[in-house]
């Protein structure tokens, strides 16, 4: 006879378009929210689970310095190109806010302000990541980028990452 597992099923990554420049991110993480914002936050873990594994995407480096006016540079290859995404903190609100802007290095004229929210609810933590881009153009170029199947695997790998940590 075969053995039940009992599994917690993973929660689904949502996405929003809200307006014609907003995207609203959000997902049900298996860990309290100290452990989703130092994940989120803390270069050591970033690496494990920011970019997609599918895509072979790999990390050449990742700094951050999480304070506000601190900067983050996650710096990437991928089939021999590489390119980086960095921005500055302006907000920070240890474990429940973070709000930042977020560069991709091809187009440094397209700061996009991100605000991220982690309330715990019963040992797991909502996230909600509200990303405003400087122009509907902007916003359209990064959704056909592919950036929703990244963005939802990138999830999928923080949910399994924070669940090994809690």
């Known amino acids: 006879m075969a053995e039940a597992r009992s599994e917690t099923p993973r929660s689904v990554t949502t996405l ?13 993480f298996r860990a309290p929210a100290r452990i989703v914002f130092d994940a989120w936050t803390k270069p050591e873990f970033v690496r494990r689970w920011w970019a997609p594994q599918s895509r072979c995407v790999e990390f050449v480096d990742c700094q951050a310095d999480v304070r506000v006016g601190g900067a983050y540079r996650y710096h990437l290859k991928h089939d021999g190109n590489e390119f980086s995404f960095y921005g500055t903190y302006s907000e920070i609100t240890p474990h429940t806010r973070l709000a930042y802007t977020q560069i991709f290095e091809p187009f440094p004229d397209a700061a996009v302000q991100v605000t991220v929210t982690f309330e715990e609810r019963d040992g797991k933590t909502h996230l909600v990541s509200h990303e405003v881009y400087p122009s509907k153009e902007a916003r359209e170029g990064a959704l ?4 929703e199947h990244g963005l939802r695997e990138a999830m999928d790998q923080l949910d399994e990452l924070v669940a090994s940590l809690a």
């Open 144 to 147: 056909s980028s592919g950036m």
């Open 16 to 28: 929003e378009l809200k307006s014609d420049r907003e995207v609203i991110i959000s997902r049900t």
